[in-house]
């Protein structure tokens, strides 16, 4: 059975950089074809993709969000960790990760975690 | 970057009845589309990709169609656990992008 679960703080303050780690179990992602994703959903709004890392470390993101943008992977851990730097309260919202398909598709989704930015 | 929109923002359906939810591609992407559904304060889940193949056990009640530019989600007969909010999303180009959702709520 495959399983993500997010971990992180719960409040940042403005300009500083959000880590997010993404623990997950039922693959590995040393696998040929194993990708895992990020995505986050403001409060009230829609769902926004922010980046991908494959098994060979391959890596896409966000094309504005890029240059706020790091995905690691560290496959001993069994954990994808997420960091975005000059945190503003615009980036308040739910933060998922997900494996990814092959097509890009998120299946199955972590149960969130809430990253609220505020000073 | 694709622009998804999606149509309407809320849809009210009573119990049993069919439910057709629109998702429109600002260029072509062939059949790259998924749908998803969000219930209150849980994460999304997979039910269609390829724009038609239903994820492992959606009920079939559950049908996609569509390609190129215009797609849709239809809900032949909803039942009181469908009643929730729709995104679709589509993997034909990066960055990946999603539609901004509909609500089907009860009517």
């Known amino acids: 059975q495959v399983t993500l679960k997010e971990s992180g703080p719960a409040l940042v303050k403005p300009t500083q950089t959000l880590t997010l780690t993404c623990s997950f179990s039922g693959f590995s992602l040393s696998t040929r074809g194993i990708r895992v994703s990020w995505i986050r959903q403001p409060p009230g709004k829609a769902l926004q993709w922010l980046a991908r890392i494959d098994w060979n470390d391959d890596k896409f993101y966000f094309t504005s969000l890029k240059p706020r943008l790091s995905v690691s992977k560290d496959t001993s851990k069994n954990q994808v960790v997420l960091t975005m730097t000059n945190m503003d309260p615009v980036d308040t919202g739910t933060y998922y990760c997900a494996q990814t398909s092959g097509d890009n598709c998120f299946d199955p989704w972590g149960p969130g975690t809430l990253v609220t930015v505020s000073s | 970057e694709i622009v998804m929109t999606q149509s309407p923002a809320t849809l009210s359906v009573s119990p049993g009845e069919r439910a057709t939810l629109s998702c429109r591609a600002s260029?072509?992407?062939?059949?790259?589309l998924a749908w998803y559904q969000q219930k209150p304060g849980q994460a999304p889940r997979l039910l269609i990709y390829?724009?038609?193949t239903r994820a492992t056990g959606l009920p079939a009640r559950f049908s996609g169609g569509g390609s190129g530019t215009d797609f849709t989600l239809t809900i032949s007969s909803l039942q009181s656990e469908d009643f929730a909010v729709y995104y679709c999303?589509?993997?034909?180009?990066?960055?990946?992008?999603f539609g901004g959702g509909t609500k089907v709520e009860i009517k």
């Open positions: 999303q589509q993997f034909y180009s990066w960055p990946l992008t």
């Open positions: 390829g724009a038609f």
């Open positions: 260029q072509s992407i062939n059949t790259n």
